[in-house]
């Protein structure tokens, strides 16, 4: 997979890039993510790449030359998603990095001040997403959540690929608990299920903590995961153990 991410920032970028899985993923050439300085797709002396914007206000915006000549000289025959990290896109979420991880090539546009002219949007963006509602200073951060999130559910990308088929939201619900040794620390010890190798029981277990925690803490993610009449019916046993103790 091919993913370029055109900023006025690279310094930002590059290091995350250089640890963890994303560097594993590259040295392995699962993926390849390249990083472009919108300055150098300037024509000018001064490498503009804002200007003031249309009908006043506050802000600068993003020029529209340096990101035409930057997006036709990273993909000449037009074929790429180009994504623009915005609070006016799509809320980004686990489904969509799924998604995005079936694409061949990725563009992603980070913005900074206002953001970017309209006739970038128009004319050559193909997705806009949202990590959340909230304002940053830039796109870049919003980039790196997308590539480390699409770059490690690629095949291979996690040294067990069952690790990113078990984490949270991957399955539609929270991540259960996890423990590791000593089996007792500060008073607190390891449930006995995990520790009874019986697998069949500690799958059981691992499936009914990740329903109770979903319910306390993400009851909204319940609604679009296909639930068993088991889990129907552990759902119902905690909520009747919530009124019990409440009464």
């Known amino acids: 997979m091919r993913i370029d991410i055109i900023t006025i920032f690279p310094e930002v970028i590059l290091p995350v890039l250089q640890a963890g899985i994303l560097r594993r993923a590259q040295a392995r050439d ?55 990290l915005t609070p006016q896109g799509a809320p980004f979420n686990q489904a969509c990095a799924e998604a995005l991880s079936l694409e061949s090539h990725l563009i992603l546009i980070c913005g900074r001040y206002k953001g970017i002219d309209e006739r970038v949007r128009i004319k050559l963006v193909t997705d806009e997403i949202s990590i959340g509602d909230y304002v940053l200073s830039g796109g870049e951060i919003p980039a790196l959540v997308l590539v480390d999130a699409i770059g490690r559910v690629l095949p291979h990308a996690l040294g067990n690929y069952e690790s990113a ?8 619900l929270l991540d259960c608990p996890h423990y590791t040794r000593p089996a007792e620390f500060e008073g607190l010890k390891v449930p006995d299920i995990l520790v009874s190798g ?50």
């Open 30 to 84: 699962i993926l390849t993510v390249s990083v472009h300085n919108l300055r150098d797709f300037t024509t000018d002396r001064h490498q503009t790449v804002d200007d003031y914007p249309y009908g006043g206000g506050a802000g600068m915006i993003l020029k529209p030359e340096p990101l035409f000549a930057a997006i036709r000289a990273i993909q000449p025959e037009s074929t790429a998603r180009v994504i623009y």
């Open 198 to 247: 019986h697998h069949e029981n500690i799958t059981h277990w691992q499936r009914e903590q990740s329903l109770k925690r979903t319910a306390e803490r993400r009851p909204d993610l319940l609604k679009n995961v296909e639930l068993s009449a088991e889990d129907v019916a552990y759902l119902s046993s905690l909520k009747n153990s919530d009124v019990t103790s409440h009464a």
């Open 165 to 172: 088929q078990e984490d949270s939201f991957s399955q539609g």
